[in-house]
């Protein structure tokens, strides 16, 4: 007869090997999922041999129970320095900001993150509405003190920022129409290395769901087979070394949002539009 220490024992072991069973399938199913969305579900659609994305807000994707556990922090060193003193914005608005953007003039953003500087040139002709709410922001101080909560880091290769409330589910308070959707750089459903976009709630089939951009932007550092879902406006001019470095720290998820956070420490200590 078996002992009731030796039981306990086993029922232990059984249990444990439960959780970590949950634990495994948890990071591969979010690592699967391979959309930009500023929600926090991200579902995988194959079409043949390429990843598609799409999105939907219904919550993250890990279920907790008694059993579950929260996943042991990452032990990769984190590559960049303590953000700058500040908090991030609680700020709102109840419509998008008048157009005041000039589509012929250039425009240049530049983040200054805990991981060095990134800079990006803007396309105001093919995408005024959102140069015109990115510019402003900026100059709201919108995304200062905000952290990049979001990097994929497989079949799509992404970094996402602009949401102050670091979750997913923040927004300015309105949302941006799609734009430059036929841009030739997407050609064959890929957004190349050095896009900059905006994140939205599309959920790939609903067209009330379209024209949902709000803060939310990624920066594609290596070529991702997306859809052309995403507003496509601008090009990253300097700092993709920097980005190269968030990324091979890796990430890890984030039962809390469902989102894949970057293991190094992103906030954009400050972001600036300057017009020329």
């Known amino acids: 007869m078996v002992s009731k220490d030796r039981r306990r024992r086993e029922l232990a072991r059984q249990k444990y090997a439960r959780q970590q069973q949950r634990r495994d399938e948890s990071v591969r199913r979010t690592k699967r999922r391979n959309v930009i969305v500023a929600g926090v579900v991200a579902v ?3 079409a043949g041999a390429t990843a598609y994305a799409s999105v939907t807000l219904i919550g993250g994707d890990r279920k907790g129970t008694t059993d579950d556990a929260a996943p042991a922090p990452s032990a990769t060193a984190d590559p960049c320095a303590r953000p700058a003193p500040g908090s991030p914005s609680k700020k709102t608005w109840p419509k998008e900001p008048a157009m005041t953007v ?5 425009y240049t953003a530049e983040l200054a993150t805990t991981c060095g500087r990134i800079t990006f040139a803007m396309d105001a002709a093919k995408a005024p509405h959102t140069v015109n709410s990115f510019a402003f922001l900026a100059g709201q101080g919108y995304f200062d003190h ?17 949401d102050p409330k670091g979750t ?14 036929k841009d030739p750089r997407l050609k064959g459903d890929v957004y190349p290395a050095g896009t900059v976009a905006m994140a939205n709630r599309y959920d790939g089939t609903d067209p009330k769901t379209r024209n949902s951009g709000g803060s939310q932007f990624f920066l594609v550092y290596q070529d991702s087979p997306l859809p ?27 039962p809390a949002t469902g989102n894949t956070a ?3 420490t992103v906030v954009i200590d400050k972001a600036v539009v300057q017009k020329s």
């Open 262 to 264: 970057p293991n190094a």
């Open 102 to 106: 000039d589509a012929a003039a250039s």
């Open 228 to 254: 052309p879902n995403y507003t496509p406006f601008g090009r990253i001019t300097g700092g993709m070394d920097v980005l190269k470095k968030i990324a091979a720290a890796g990430s890890r998820p984030d």
């Open 44 to 46: 995988a659609l194959a």
């Open 146 to 162: 905000s952290r990049c909560h979001r990097l994929v880091d497989q079949r799509i290769y992404v970094l996402q920022c602009g």
């Open 168 to 181: 997913g589910e923040g927004t300015p308070g309105y949302t941006l129409p799609d734009e430059n959707l």
